[in-house]
């Protein structure tokens, strides 16, 4: 099992709602990322960091943020919450093999705002 | 678009038989992934294969990749009902400098005893 941890699991939260979802490995990976996931399963990247103080955004547009101040913590914010943001999101780490990356996922949070 | 495109959608069989996906994708790469699922859980990584191999074997797990195609299959032999999960490729792109891995959007397997 990767060390790679996610709070909550499960969420529901009013709209205008802001909201900050956990994200923490203990395998001092520099890479961590996050993923929306559809509700057909659908994988997108929505934000990526190369390490401390980097962020980037992914190829989908979120109108979250992230932060990494610290090497094992990558918390993602929502400052107002809407039901279209209702979603599964999956943060993952990733460590570099050579030339490739493999990437350590979490269990993920299930937001739901109401 | 995902780079990564699956099919089947979803595959339905019987304990020990063979199941098959095929995975699609649309640039070059420097290798591709196989990950698997469980509901409602993250995704654990199963196996690599870098754009210079064929095949790579893993278990009761077997990958092709045909870069010519830009496809890879993951063929699961003598499945198992606890072999129940989503399976997505995951593929890491020559045309990022940061390694990005763009997943596809998964095939769902379901194995009845």
């Known amino acids: 099992e990767a060390d790679i941890y996610q709070t909550p699991r499960y969420l529901v939260i009013g709209t205008g709602k802001k909201i900050t979802l956990e994200c923490s490995q203990t395998?001092?990976?520099?890479?961590m990322y996050w993923y929306q996931q559809d509700p057909g399963m659908e994988l997108h990247l929505i934000h990526y960091s190369y390490g401390v103080n980097s962020t980037e955004k992914g190829d989908l547009s979120s109108e979250s943020t992230v932060s990494r101040i610290r090497t094992e913590h990558f918390p993602l914010t929502l400052e107002s919450a809407r039901p279209s943001h209702t979603s599964q999101y999956l943060c993952?780490?990733?460590?570099?093999?050579?030339?490739?990356?493999?990437?350590?996922f979490g269990q993920g949070t299930r937001l739901t705002v109401v | 678009s995902q780079q990564g495109e699956e099919d089947p959608q979803a595959l339905s069989i019987q304990e020990g038989e063979n199941a098959t996906m095929n995975c699609s994708y649309k640039?070059?790469?420097?290798?591709l992934q196989w990950y698997r699922q469980n509901s409602g859980r993250g995704l654990v990584h199963l196996i690599l294969?870098?754009?210079?191999?064929r095949e790579k074997h893993s278990g009761r797990l077997r990958v092709t990749l045909d870069t010519s195609k830009k496809s890879s299959s993951l063929l699961i032999t003598a499945s198992r009902a606890a072999d129940t999960a989503s399976y997505f490729c995951?593929?890491?792109?020559?045309?990022?400098?940061?390694?990005?891995?763009?997943f596809g959007t998964g095939t769902r397997l379901l194995v009845s005893p």
């Open positions: 993952a780490s990733g460590v570099d093999r050579g030339r490739d990356t493999e990437a350590f």
């Open positions: 294969i870098r754009s210079n191999e």
């Open positions: 395998m001092g990976h520099d890479k």
């Open positions: 640039t070059s790469i420097n290798n």
């Open positions: 995951a593929t890491d792109s020559v045309n990022t400098g940061f390694q990005k891995l763009v």
